[in-house]
T-cell receptor
Framework: EDKVVQSPLSLVVHEGDTVTLNCSYEVTNFRSLLWYKQEKKAPTFLFML????IEKKSGRLSSILDKKELFSILNITATQTGDSAIYLCAVIRTTTSGTYKYIFGTGTRLKVLA | ETGVTQSPTHLIKTRGQQVTLRCSSQSGHNTVSWYQQALGQGPQFIFQYYREEENGRGNFPPRFSGLQFPNYSSELNVNALELDDSALYLCASSLEDNYGYTFGSGTRLTVV
């Protein structure tokens, strides 16, 4: 059965701290892994990772994928209160019929204290 | 401001009724997918439409059905509503092979 597991489930840090969020997966026919930030309703796209070992960066956020060990991490440096959100990891796999299936983890709830 | 709009924002229905949720995709996007997000859970993939054809489906029963129109807007229909269908329903669109989906703000459905 396809599985995407995120850890920790929740995290409380202080402004300025660095956090690392984890996403491990077990899916067949992996295609891509995506990270999203969800604050109120609409998740906001952060990164899409397809190749192993290539770090993607956007400001204080960075992410990397390890397709051998089947996991990805999302790093946030110098955290700010505005980083408080649920961070979702999603994996896209192809099916035997050539269509796509998307599996989300349950998310990591990050709270950054001033 | 997101380019994907969903309507209505909130909805209350009675068990056994049918509901239609609507989604206008971001301009230029031809791929739309729908998700169900229960409280405290990650979004669960319902299905995806590409150029008016369904090209991916999650583990949802046939009473969950959809449509994509020539202008790439989309509908999610749920028949014979059950209490467990109460959730936030998210629509997301993307352009061709760009999987960086843009999400709408969702429709909060409550079944009583």
């Amino acid at each position: 059965e396809d599985k995407v597991v995120q850890s920790p489930l929740s995290l409380v840090v202080h402004e300025g701290d660095t956090v690392t969020l984890n996403c491990s997966y077990e899916v067949t026919n992996f295609r891509s892994l995506l990270w999203y930030k969800q604050e109120k309703k609409a998740p906001t796209f952060l990164f899409m990772l397809t190749s192993s070992g290539i770090e993607k960066k956007s400001g204080r956020l960075s992410s990397i994928l390890d397709k051998k060990e089947l996991f990805s991490i999302l790093n946030i440096t110098a955290t700010q209160t505005g980083d408080s959100a649920i961070y979702l990891c999603a994996v896209i796999r192809t099916t035997t019929s050539g269509t796509y299936k998307y599996i989300f983890g349950t998310g990591t709830r990050l709270k950054v204290l001033a | 401001e997101t380019g994907v709009t969903q309507s209505p924002t909130h909805l209350i229905k009675t068990r056994g009724q049918q509901v239609t949720l609507r989604c206008s995709s971001q301009s230029g996007h031809n791929t739309v997918s729908w998700y169900q997000q229960a409280l405290g859970q990650g979004p669960q993939f319902i299905f995806q439409y590409y150029r008016e054809e369904e090209n991916g489906r999650g583990n949802f029963p046939p009473r969950f059905s959809g449509l994509q129109f020539p202008n790439y807007s989309s509908e999610l229909n749920v028949n014979a509503l059950e209490l467990d269908d109460s959730a936030l329903y998210l629509c997301a669109s993307s352009l061709e092979d760009n999987y960086g989906y843009t999400f709408g703000s969702g429709t909060r459905l409550t079944v009583v």
